[in-house]
């Protein structure tokens, strides 16, 4: 299935949580008096993604919340956090002047407890005019309470079984669509009934058919989420946890098990790609900075429409943890410009310029199949073949020792690590 938006057929994201990249408060004890013009600070990085190689820039949570940008309170208004309606334009306009497309996060499975709707609805009663927006227990013991989403207390979950939810998702993204970004995020997509999306998909195609629409689904049916929700693609998340579990584990079966599946999911949609984001520990601290490497040589070389989370093209560590503000150690503030940056990361950069580059050169990898050469725990050699099997890399991965890629041409020339390059392990 072709995905609507044509950029998408060859694109390569940059994914930045804003919040915490421009140095945000993201608990603030207190609301700042007035916006505070820190999103320009991401205008200032536009230039690095350009020369990352990247084509689009995939954005974090920017509308109105109250503290992680996921418990919204205002869906049509910018973070004042992050500043003014004028500041979110003018980086739109940065970003297609350079050829970037933006993609934005839609947090349409829940709102925070405080948004002003969800506190009308709760005072005034079901028959109020918000009610009928929330999926509140109007009978629960103590008074009426909303249903929490995933067992988070701040964060009240859409009824989605009723036309206002469904209504209210196609009046937040098309408002967006309609200052000029290209695309959306679905964030816990898997949370919301199929049928939801297709009736909100739908809607927003009448007036942007094409929209790129991205649905975060972390676990299940891929394919069939994909048929029923009418979205262009899902995150994939078991490749994800194929590459870094299979390289730290000296596993590699796994890895190939995984891409025979991810195959297979390539015969019905293009899977949204990474090894790194937001919501995960940095992939250099799930594998190391060699395999890390090596990842991304994964990530360059298979089929899919692949992202680079902001800072792991510098080596950036982080771990993720079960707590409050376990999230932050992954989402830390940026300096303000690349320059500001330690000089030690440049080495792992340089090494995604160049895959970067390799499959830029090579678009056919977007619809990629892999097949395998040589398979053991520690060995796996595979050819990634374009879909009319019209040309092929070869990929060899060893990890029996330190962590080791290397991409060749289909007649054995190798492309990558190029001499003056860094190399996994070397």
Not at 46 to 59: C, E, N
Not at 339 to 359: F, K, N, S, T
Request: proline fraction near 6%; aromatic fraction near 8%.
């Amino acid at each position: 299935m072709a995905s609507h938006a044509a950029w998408s057929e060859h694109a390569v994201l940059w994914h930045v949580y804003p919040l915490g990249f421009c140095g945000a408060p993201i608990r603030p004890e207190r609301p700042e008096p007035a916006p505070v013009h820190r999103l320009r600070r991401l205008t200032a990085w536009l230039d690095h993604a350009v020369a990352l190689g990247a084509s689009a820039l995939l954005l974090g949570p920017v509308h109105a919340s109250a503290t992680h940008g996921y418990d919204t309170l205002d869906h049509l208004r910018l973070d004042p956090r992050l500043g003014t309606e004028e500041d979110f334009d003018a980086l739109v306009a940065a970003c297609h002047q350079r050829g970037l497309r933006v993609v934005l996060d839609a947090v349409l499975s829940h709102v925070g407890r405080e948004h002003p709707a969800l506190v009308r609805a709760l005072r005034e009663g079901p028959g109020s005019p918000d009610a009928a927006l929330f999926d509140i227990d109007w009978d629960a013991p103590g008074g009426p309470a909303p249903r929490v989403f995933e067992g988070h207390g701040s964060l009240a979950r859409l009824d989605h079984s009723g036309q206002a939810a469904r209504e209210h998702a196609v009046r937040v993204l098309t408002h967006w669509l309609d200052r000029g970004v290209d695309g959306w995020r679905l964030d816990a997509a898997y949370s919301v009934p199929t049928d939801f999306w297709a009736d909100v998909v739908a809607a927003v195609r009448r007036t942007h058919p094409d929209a790129w629409l991205l649905g975060e689904v972390i676990h299940g049916d891929y394919a069939g989420f994909v048929r029923a929700s009418g979205v262009d693609t899902v995150t994939q998340y078991e490749l994800w946890k194929a590459v870094w579990s299979s390289l730290r584990d000296r596993n590699l079966y796994e890895l190939d098990w995984t891409l025979r599946r991810h195959c297979a999911l390539l015969e019905e949609f293009v899977p949204q790609t990474f090894v790194g984001n937001h919501d995960v520990t940095r992939i250099a601290s799930l594998a190391g900075r060699d395999g890390a490497l090596v990842a991304l040589a994964v990530l360059m070389t298979v089929g899919g429409v692949p992202s680079v989370y902001a800072g792991d093209e510098h080596g950036f560590t982080g771990v993720k943890e079960e707590r409050l503000g376990g999230d932050d150690a992954v989402r830390p503030a940026f300096p303000d410009t690349p320059g500001e940056l330690a000089p030690w990361g440049m080495d792992v950069l340089r090494a995604h310029q160049d895959l970067i580059g390799l499959r830029r050169r090579h678009p056919w990898l977007t619809t990629a199949r892999t097949e395998a050469v040589e398979l053991s725990n520690t060995r796996f050699v595979y050819r990634t073949v374009a879909a009319d099997g019209g040309a092929s890399l070869r990929v060899e991965l060893d990890v029996a020792d330190t962590p080791r890629a290397v991409v060749r041409a289909a007649d054995g020339a190798q492309l990558w690590p190029l001499p003056t390059a860094p190399t996994a392990g070397g």
